[in-house]
């Protein structure tokens, strides 16, 4: 098992072809009651979308097998797993002796002499789909404590939405295939998603996510802080290969006088003009929303002819991948990327501030211009 967190710790446990995959959820306050309904959701945010997804289609149902009866949590360790239906294991014994590259194929081959990296094994995106079950847990109990998480597309390939977006626009892209801001994005995007896939190619992309409700201070310190803890988890992500706060690397090029967020009172709150940092100052939250973008890389499997090696002759070869994947990772991912965000901030509100919710606490607020 792979396990995450202090006080919510989740552990990741089977493989892309294995008759299940699931995780262990300890932590959960005893007595806490479960939406269901709120969980299917999120799956289905995660699930492919036709056209422009995997035709590897699962119906991801959530099994419970142990600590949750009646909807509510009644243990300190929740067991759910979800069946693994639709393999095709064929289709990917070939990556066992010819590594796909940008996959996990080569180091884990190399690694774990003897492994069969059938479906990506271990290395699946196909392993998200349980984080995705305990993040909408986790986000449920965020929001009983007014901590909403909503993420979107802010890119893929060429076609950028550069634009700023209020949390409820971003919570609306849940209404888009590609989980676009709006209807143009969507269709550009879609259209850039088929084209690459009619090339026999992939496409990469950002996420962007908004976190609002943190109030000042909310976070830990150095190696636990908040914005270390959410990079921990964003890079667990598979395929993403960067992530940003706030104005992230293009505050390089700014001068202090404009990237610092200045603060002032407004109606007795603590208020800043702008969000250059992202909502995180010294690893804690500065009372702003908590912003960060998360890139993808365009799908390593691909059925363009690539150069690869033949590890059973060591020698040079050409590979052209025939098996069921995503031509782009980041609609699906978007899912991805809110649960693992809330399962962040939930173990970091559970090893930080237990018990302190319910206290006064200040919110910044960016004054409306
Ligand atoms: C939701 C999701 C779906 C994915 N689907 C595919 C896929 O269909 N084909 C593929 O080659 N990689 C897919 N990936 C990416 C690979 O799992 C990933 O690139 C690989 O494990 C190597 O890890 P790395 O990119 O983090 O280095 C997916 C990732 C996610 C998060």
């Known amino acids: 098992?792979?396990?995450?967190?202090?006080?919510?710790?989740?552990?990741?446990?089977?493989?892309?072809?294995?008759?299940?995959?699931?995780?262990?959820?300890?932590?959960?306050?005893?007595?806490?009651?479960?939406?269901?309904?709120?969980?299917?959701?999120?799956?289905d945010l995660r699930r492919p979308s036709d056209r422009i997804g995997t035709s590897r289609k699962e119906t991801d149902d959530v099994i419970f097998d142990s600590g949750i009866s009646d909807d509510v949590v009644t243990s300190r360790y929740?067991?759910?797993?979800?069946?693994?239906?639709?393999?095709?294991?064929?289709?990917?014994?070939?990556?066992?002796?010819?590594?796909?590259?940008?996959?996990?194929?080569?180091?884990?081959?190399?690694?774990?002499?003897?492994?069969?990296?059938?479906?990506?094994?271990?290395?699946?995106?196909?392993?998200?789909?349980?984080?995705?079950?305990?993040?909408?847990?986790?986000?449920?109990?965020?929001?009983?404590?007014?901590?909403?998480?909503a993420a979107y597309t802010k890119q893929i390939s060429d076609i950028k939405d550069e634009n700023e977006h209020t949390f409820d626009e971003i919570y609306a892209s849940r209404s888009f295939i590609t989980r676009s801001i709006s209807k143009e994005y969507d269709s550009m995007m879609t259209e850039r998603i088929l084209s690459a896939s009619e090339d026999g190619d992939s496409v990469g992309g950002v996420v962007g996510c908004m976190v609002n409700g943190l109030p000042i201070g909310f976070g830990g310190i150095w190696f636990d802080a908040l914005d270390v803890t959410i990079a921990k988890m964003m890079f667990s992500i598979p395929g993403v290969k960067g992530v940003?706060?706030?104005?992230?690397?293009?505050?390089?090029?700014?001068?202090?006088?404009?990237?610092?967020?200045?603060?002032?009172?407004?109606?007795?709150?603590?208020?800043?003009?702008?969000?250059?940092?992202?909502?995180?100052?010294?690893?804690?939250?500065?009372?702003?929303?908590?912003?960060?973008?998360?890139?993808?890389?365009?799908?390593?499997?691909?059925?363009?002819?690539?150069?690869?090696?033949?590890?059973?002759?060591m020698k040079d070869t050409a590979i052209s991948i025939k098996g069921r994947h995503d031509p782009c990772i980041v609609p699906r991912a978007v899912a991805v990327v809110e649960a693992m965000t809330a399962i962040a901030i939930m173990d970091q509100y559970l090893s930080h501030h237990p018990g302190e919710w319910e206290h006064d606490h200040h919110h910044l607020s960016i004054p409306s211009s």
């Open 1 to 43: 098992m792979y396990t995450t967190g202090d006080r919510l710790k989740v552990s990741l446990f089977g493989k892309s072809h294995a008759d299940r995959i699931g995780c262990v959820i300890e932590g959960l306050p005893l007595g806490m009651h479960i939406d269901i309904d709120d969980i299917k959701r999120s799956m």
């Open 78 to 149: 929740v067991i759910l797993t979800i069946r693994n239906e639709n393999k095709d294991p064929t289709s990917y014994s070939e990556f066992n002796r010819k590594p796909r590259p940008g996959h996990a194929d080569l180091p884990a081959l190399i690694r774990f002499k003897g492994m069969d990296i059938s479906g990506g094994a271990q290395f699946s995106g196909r392993m998200t789909a349980p984080l995705v079950a305990a993040g909408a847990i986790a986000s449920q109990y965020l929001r009983a404590k007014g901590i909403g998480i």
């Open 244 to 313: 940003e706060f706030g104005k992230g690397f293009s505050i390089a090029e700014m001068k202090g006088s404009e990237s610092n967020d200045q603060y002032h009172m407004m109606g007795g709150e603590v208020s800043a003009s702008s969000n250059n940092m992202g909502g995180v100052c010294g690893g804690m939250s500065d009372g702003m929303p908590l912003t960060f973008n998360v890139a993808f890389k365009p799908t390593p499997s691909i059925s363009k002819e690539q150069h690869t090696i033949d590890l059973h002759e």
